[in-house]
């Protein structure tokens, strides 16, 4: 994919969105001669993006895409998911990167306090304001990634208020303090979850099956039906948080055109960058398919349970679209890019982030076996609750829309794993 800014950091970028009274469209006429907007264009600024819980699995491997691709990144990041040694990874990578390319590397700043303490959240943005030539003041930060969220659906069960605080309730201050400093450009960490049991309705799962105003949705057999706004058999909290943050988000589009909005819907992540450096590494538990398999493989379980073997699809086990997360990291940057170029369609838009093919987990198994040589021991298991058997992206509107598709495959995936365990020693 090209990255948007090709140049170094010190690239004159174009400039963010002033915080108060913008310079008046008269007064910049008179001086500028309707050139204002060039000039603004040229005018050096050193810009950044914020990222929050950019040191957990997707936030640590988009940090890295960002920098490499010459944005200075500010994380925000807990630490409840993740480990301070991330931030000195992805510094080494990155300016690895910049020195083979002979470029200078942006900055990162790390900011270790919870996105919701709003108190030390105003003081950073502060950190950031600029006084415009006009008296105006003006951010350095001209676009926010906002992973920072708990995810694991099982937990959200057992203890649902924790997820509506940290992703719903910290999303709504988030957004208010952002909109006070004038930072109205986001791009938003949602999943496919919040397609609900559509995923099993048969239904080819695009964008417009879930809405949060009324839609026109084209069927596979060319017929048009009106979508309503809502969602569809959302089967845990964790999911109904997605939803209802698109749900705020949208709205909060809706009530001011200033705002630029972007939902990135995930598949199912898998992988790791190629250096082996940066991984998938939670303090929690992890549950996913690949962090389990990995646990198999360096002998910490036993052997994988494979939950379901009698699904409706080829081999039997559940069917999903796997995307790398290198992909994934890249498509924030090709979001990003067109929001800020002023392209998205509208100034709420989601997007699919998956590849388009499924894969199944006897296929993924299998994959890892051959690319590690090794055996992985498995048995059939019952399904597990609230699991689809097949959930597969229609990956068009982020082709055609945002120029992003993916370019890693499975079999990539398996290797970029087995670099992490080499690199982590826990390879046998
Ligand atoms: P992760 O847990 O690895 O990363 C989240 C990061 O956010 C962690 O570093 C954590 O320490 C931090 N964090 C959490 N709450 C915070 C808070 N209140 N303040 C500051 N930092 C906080 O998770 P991930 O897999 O990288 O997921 C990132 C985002 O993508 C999440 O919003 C998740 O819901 C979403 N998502 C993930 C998947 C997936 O399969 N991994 C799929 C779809 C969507
Ligand atoms: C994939 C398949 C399992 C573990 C989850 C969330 C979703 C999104 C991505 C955040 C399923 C099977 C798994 C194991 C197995 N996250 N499996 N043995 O369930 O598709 O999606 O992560 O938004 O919201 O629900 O991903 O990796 O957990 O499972 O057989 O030990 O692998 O049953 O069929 P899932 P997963």
Redesign the pocket.
């Known amino acids: 994919m090209d990255s948007p800014r090709q140049s170094d950091a010190s690239t004159p970028l174009e400039p963010c969105s002033p915080v108060g009274v913008d310079t008046p469209a008269t007064q910049s006429s008179v001086l500028f001669d309707g050139h204002l907007e060039e000039l603004l264009r040229n005018f050096p600024l050193d810009q950044y993006i914020l990222v929050?819980?950019?040191?957990?699995?997707?936030?640590s491997h988009t940090t890295l895409e960002l920098l490499k691709a010459n944005y200075n990144v500010i994380v925000?990041?807990?630490?409840?998911?993740?480990f301070q040694n991330v931030f000195d990874r992805i510094q080494t990578l990155a300016s690895q990167y910049h020195e083979q390319q002979g470029t200078k590397t942006p900055s990162l700043h790390l900011h270790a306090?919870?996105?919701?303490d709003t108190v030390a959240l105003r003081d950073l943005l502060q950190q950031y304001q600029i006084t415009s030539r006009w008296g105006t003041l003006k951010s350095k930060i001209s676009g926010v990634i906002?992973?920072?969220?708990?995810?694991a659906v099982e937990e959200s069960i057992r203890n649902p208020l924790k997820y509506y605080s940290?992703?719903v309730s910290?999303l709504v201050d988030f957004a208010m303090t952002l909109g006070d400093f004038g930072i109205k450009t986001f791009v938003f960490?949602?999943?496919?979850?919040v397609y609900g049991t559509l995923a099993t309705s048969g239904l080819p799962l695009k964008e417009e099956l879930c809405v949060h105003k009324e839609e026109l949705f084209t069927e596979h057999s060319g017929s048009e039906k009106i979508v309503q706004s809502g969602c569809t058999g959302i089967t845990n909290p964790?999911g109904r948080t997605?939803w209802i943050c698109e749900a705020i988000l949208a709205d909060l589009a809706a009530s001011d055109p200033e705002w630029t909005i972007v939902a990135l819907r995930?598949f199912?992540?898998i992988g790791c960058d190629e250096s082996g450096l940066l991984g998938?590494d939670?303090r929690?538990t992890p549950t996913?398919l690949l962090p389990v398999v990995v646990k198999v493989m360096t002998g910490q379980y036993k052997e994988l349970q494979m939950f379901g073997t009698d699904w409706e699809t080829e081999d039997g086990t559940a069917v999903r679209d796997f995307i790398h997360v290198t992909d994934l990291a890249r498509g924030h940057i090709a979001a990003l890019s067109t929001a800020n170029d002023g392209k998205l369609v509208e100034n709420f838009r989601t997007f699919n982030l998956g590849t388009g093919t499924g894969h199944s987990v006897r296929e993924v198994v299998e994959t890892m076996e051959s690319v590690s040589s090794k055996h992985i021991p498995r048995k059939a298991a019952g399904r597990r609750a609230g699991d689809v058997g097949s959930c597969v992206a229609v990956a068009t509107r982020s082709q055609d829309e945002l120029q992003w598709k993916t370019e890693k495959t499975l079999k990539d995936a398996c290797v970029s794993l087995c670099n992490f365990l080499d690199v982590s020693g826990l390879s046998s």
């Not at 960490?189 to 979850?193: G, I, K, N, Q, V």
């Open positions: 929050t819980g950019g040191l957990g699995f997707i936030g925000i990041d807990n630490l409840s998911n993740s306090h919870d996105y919701r906002h992973f920072a969220a708990y995810k940290n992703n910290g960490s949602s999943s496919a979850t964790y997605k995930y199912n992540p998938e939670p929690q996913n």
